[in-house]
């Protein structure tokens, strides 16, 4: 079993609608939560970042992370046929300098 | 500011060849990373430079070598290429201290190997 898992998807949905991706993990030791987004044959870049428990907002991008549960979720409002891409999501303990990725779940809007 | 830059982007090898990804950056960080990105695997780290002059081996090493060259340059050796070698290969770099604050790491747009 993966220490983090992701849906691969792909999530459909039209233009204007809101995307909810989300990853389980089963290492309690993860203090830092990240999302990264990745286009088409490019590097991923951070999209954001949450330290512990709770809700960060960034524009049209939501960042959660219930540690109780295991679980991190990223909402993205009002979304864009240029929010197309590939969602990472990453995490790392307190004081560790490697990231655990998820594999990646592949979101399509559609105009 | 290039970031962080990989070359070559694409490469194809016969099996038993050899050849050496090359990664730069130019933001001064201290730590620098290598990824294969499989599909449905996500990043699987290869191996990390915590800072110049150490290396240490992640989660897939074998098959693989590293040299910290300086503290921009961090590269990756494939001494004898095999097809389950065929990946994408990014390089990533952060200003990683052990603090624990948060590892922000920067990605190359990747090199495409294929391995026949």
């Known amino acids: 079993q993966k220490e983090v898992e992701q849906d691969p998807g792909p999530l459909s949905v039209p233009e204007g609608a809101i995307v909810s991706l989300n990853c389980t993990y089963s290492?309690?030791?993860?203090?830092?939560f990240m999302w990264y987004r990745q286009y088409s044959r490019k590097g991923p870049e951070l999209l954001m970042y949450?330290?512990?428990?709770g809700n960060k907002e960034d524009g049209r991008f939501t960042a959660q992370v219930d540690k109780s549960s295991k679980y991190i979720s990223l909402f993205i409002r009002d979304s864009q046929p240029s929010d197309s891409a590939t969602y990472l999501c990453?995490?790392?303990?307190?004081?560790?300098?490697?990231?655990?990725f998820g594999g990646g779940t592949r979101v399509l809007v559609k105009p | 500011n290039a970031g962080v830059t990989q070359t070559p982007k694409f490469q194809v090898l016969k099996t038993g060849q050899s050849m050496t990804l090359q990664c730069a950056q130019d933001?001064?960080?201290?730590?620098m990373y290598w990824y294969r990105q499989d599909p449905g695997m996500g990043l699987r780290l290869i191996y990390y430079?915590?800072?110049?002059?150490?290396?240490d081996k992640g989660e897939v090493p074998n098959g693989y070598n590293v040299s910290r060259l300086n503290k921009r340059e961090f590269s990756l050796r494939l001494e004898s290429a095999a097809p389950s070698q065929t990946s994408v290969y990014f390089c990533?770099?952060?200003?990683?201290?052990?603090?624990?604050?948060?590892?922000?790491?920067?990605f190359g747009p990747g090199t495409r190997l294929t391995v026949l």
């Open positions: 949450t330290y512990s428990s």
């Open positions: 990453a995490m790392i303990g307190a004081a560790g300098n490697k990231l655990t």
């Open positions: 990533a770099s952060s200003p990683y201290r052990t603090s624990g604050n948060t590892d922000t790491q920067y």
């Open positions: 290492n309690s030791a993860f203090q830092y």
């Open positions: 933001m001064n960080h201290n730590s």
């Open positions: 430079s915590a800072s110049e002059g150490t290396t």
